[in-house]
C-alpha cells in the first residue's frame, strides 16, 4: 500500500510509506487538513530524533541503553530543566512583543 498523503516524499508512489504506513487505515477521527498536519508534525519529529541521535553517538559514543539508570534520569531531569527554560524565554519574548505591539498601537505618535 502506499501512502494516501497528497506530498509525502517518504517514498516512491509503489511502495509503502516508512513514516506513516497506517496513517489512513485508521478510523478517520480528524478532517483530511488535521491528519496532514499531524503528519507533518509525524514526520518532523522522526527526522530530528534520526539526526539528534546520530548527532549524539558521533560526540559521546557508547550505547545509550547501557548507561546506569539513574544517570538517565539525571540526564532526562537536565533535559527538563533546559526545555522549560528555553520555553519560559520564548513566552517571556513574545508576551512583551505584544506588550510593545499594544503600546504602540494605543500610542502611535508616542515613538516621534
Given at each position: ?13 509503489t ?11 485508521i ?19 522522526l ?20 548507561l546506569p ?27 512583551g512583543?505584544?506588550?510593545?505591539i ?6 502611535p505618535?508616542?515613538?516621534?
Amino acid at each position: 500500500m502506499s501512502c494516501r498523503l497528497r506530498e509525502c516524499v517518504h517514498h516512491k508512489d509503489t511502495g509503502p510509506c516508512p513514516v506513516h504506513p497506517k496513517t489512513f487505515d485508521i478510523p478517520a477521527l480528524m478532517e483530511p487538513g488535521q491528519e496532514e498536519h499531524l503528519v507533518s508534525i509525524i514526520s518532523s519529529f522522526l527526522t530530528q530524533v534520526n539526526a539528534k541521535c546520530r548527532k549524539g553517538q558521533a560526540e559521546h559514543g557508547g550505547n545509550l541503553y547501557d548507561l546506569p539508570i539513574l544517570t538517565l534520569i539525571d540526564n532526562a531531569m537536565e533535559e527538563a530543566v533546559d526545555q522549560y527554560t528555553y520555553l519560559k524565554t520564548l513566552r517571556d519574548k513574545i508576551v512583551g512583543s505584544m506588550q510593545d505591539i499594544a503600546a504602540e498601537v494605543a500610542n502611535p505618535n508616542s515613538g516621534q
